[in-house]
């Protein structure tokens, strides 16, 4: 059975950097390489929204208002997905998910991370405090 534990999530000043982990569990190197993956993010009162993926060949997207200050990326030695926020804000300030998705080999699309709807596996989520 698949399992996803983020962590790194904490209390960080605005222009501040953090660095979230998801570590997975119940796949092989090799399946978890096929995996397209990614992070959501949900604020107080808002909806649930992604904000990276990456996919079997290391293709990314982001939404806009984070491109240039994160960066997906996976270790698959260690089955783990990264998120290295820099230059963070107040409007950063959420819990921040870890999801993989339903089927193998699917690809990142331009410009999209996708929706909820495409991930089948999600961590329990890790706090993100940015204070200004």
């Known amino acids: 059975q698949v399992q996803l534990v983020e962590s790194g999530g904490g209390l960080v000043q605005a222009g501040g950097s953090l660095r979230l982990s998801c570590e997975a569990s119940?796949?092989?190197?090799?399946?978890?390489?096929?995996?397209?993956m990614a992070w959501f993010r949900q604020a107080p009162g808002k909806e649930r929204e992604g904000v990276a993926a990456?996919?079997?060949?290391?293709?990314?997207s982001y939404i806009d208002s984070v491109k240039g200050r994160f960066t997906i990326s996976k270790q698959y030695a260690k089955n783990t997905l990264y998120l290295q926020m820099n230059s963070l804000n107040p409007e950063d300030t959420a819990m921040y998910y870890c999801?993989?998705?339903?089927?193998?080999?699917?690809?990142?699309?331009?410009?999209?991370?996708?929706?909820?709807?495409?991930?089948?596996?999600w961590g329990q989520g890790t706090q993100v405090t940015v204070s200004s």
């Open positions: 990456i996919d079997f060949a290391d293709s990314t």
């Open positions: 119940g796949y092989t190197r090799y399946t978890y390489s096929r995996y397209r």
């Open positions: 999801a993989a998705d339903w089927l193998p080999d699917r690809k990142v699309v331009a410009g999209r991370v996708g929706q909820e709807s495409d991930f089948r596996y």
